[in-house]
T-cell receptor
Framework: GNSVTQMEGPVTLSEEAFLTINCTYT??????LFWYVQYPGEGLQLLLK?????DKGSNKGFEATYRKETTSFHLEKGSVQVSDSAVYFC????????????FGIGTKLQVIP | DAGVTQSPTHLIKTRGQQVTLRCSPK?????VSWYQQALGQGPQFIFQ???????QRGNFPDRFSGHQFPNYSSELNVNALLLGDSALYLC????????????????FGDGTRLSIL
C-alpha cells in the first residue's frame, strides 16, 4: 500500500534560517503529492502541491519538487518567520477515481525570534 | 462560497456511548472522506462516500460507520466509544475523480474534536 515517511520533529529554528523537512513516499501508479500545514487548534490547509514528476510546487516562499527517481518531496524555505510555526504534513493522493490521501506523521516547526 | 463545514466543533462523551459527527462539503463537491487524527499523529483515512455509498475504507473497525445524503452531506457514527477514539475528526470533500480531477487536492474542514472520558 501507499506510505509516507516524514522526518519527525520538533524542528526549532531561528528566524530567517533555512528550512528543510524531508519526505519520502511509497506508492503505486502516479500519485499527487502535497504539503499541508496545521496551525494550533485548526484544520489542515493546503500549502502546495505537485501532480507529476519534476513538478515544483510553491507558495508563501515554500517550495517542494516531486522527485520520482528518489521518491521524495522535500519541503524547503529560504528564510523562515515566527508566523511559520506550525505542524507540516507531507501527503500522497492516489491516482484514479478515489482520492484517498495518505499522510506522514507531521513535523512540528517552531521558529524563535 | 462556503468551504467544508463540520459540526459540532467539540464534543465530550463517555466510554460506551455513541456519537454522530456531521459534515457539509464544499459547494460543487460530491465526495466526502473522513479522517481520524490522534494527538501528535497524522490523519488516518477512515472511509470515503460517493453517490451515497461507501467506496473505500481504511483500517477501522465496524464501530465506525457513515452515511451520505442526497445533498452530499455526510455523517460519521461511532458506536461503543473507547478512550482511544479521542481525536480530531476531519472531513474532506472533493469532486469525484475521473483522471481530470484526481490530482485536485481535497478540501478539509476544521474538524470536530472528540474527547472520551
Amino acid at each position: 500500500g501507499n506510505s509516507v515517511t516524514q522526518m519527525e520533529g520538533p524542528v526549532t529554528l531561528s528566524e530567517e534560517a533555512f528550512l528543510t523537512i524531508n519526505c519520502t513516499y511509497t506508492a503505486t501508479g502516479y500519485p499527487s503529492l502535497f504539503w499541508y500545514v496545521q496551525y494550533p487548534g485548526e484544520g489542515l490547509q493546503l500549502l502546495l502541491k505537485a501532480t507529476k514528476a519534476d513538478d515544483k510546487g510553491s507558495n508563501k516562499g515554500f517550495e517542494a519538487t516531486y522527485r520520482k527517481e528518489t521518491t521524495s518531496f522535500h519541503l524547503e524555505k529560504g528564510s523562515v518567520q515566527v508566523s511559520d510555526s506550525a505542524v507540516y504534513f507531507c501527503a500522497l493522493q492516489s491516482s484514479g477515481g478515489y482520492q484517498k490521501v495518505t499522510f506522514g506523521i507531521g513535523t512540528k516547526l517552531q521558529v524563535i525570534p | 462560497d462556503a468551504g467544508v463545514t463540520q459540526s459540532p466543533t467539540h464534543l465530550i462523551k463517555t466510554r460506551g456511548q455513541q456519537v454522530t459527527l456531521r459534515c457539509s462539503p464544499k459547494s460543487g463537491h460530491d465526495t466526502v472522506s473522513w479522517y481520524q487524527q490522534a494527538l501528535g499523529q497524522g490523519p488516518q483515512f477512515i472511509f470515503q462516500y460517493y453517490e451515497e455509498e461507501e467506496r473505500q475504507r481504511g483500517n477501522f473497525p465496524d464501530r465506525f460507520s457513515g452515511h451520505q445524503f442526497p445533498n452530499y452531506s455526510s455523517e460519521l457514527n461511532v458506536n461503543a466509544l473507547l478512550l482511544g477514539d479521542s481525536a480530531l475528526y476531519l472531513c474532506a470533500s472533493s469532486l469525484f475523480g475521473q483522471e481530470t480531477y484526481s490530482n485536485q487536492p481535497q478540501h478539509f474542514g476544521d474538524g470536530t474534536r472528540l474527547s472520551i472520558l
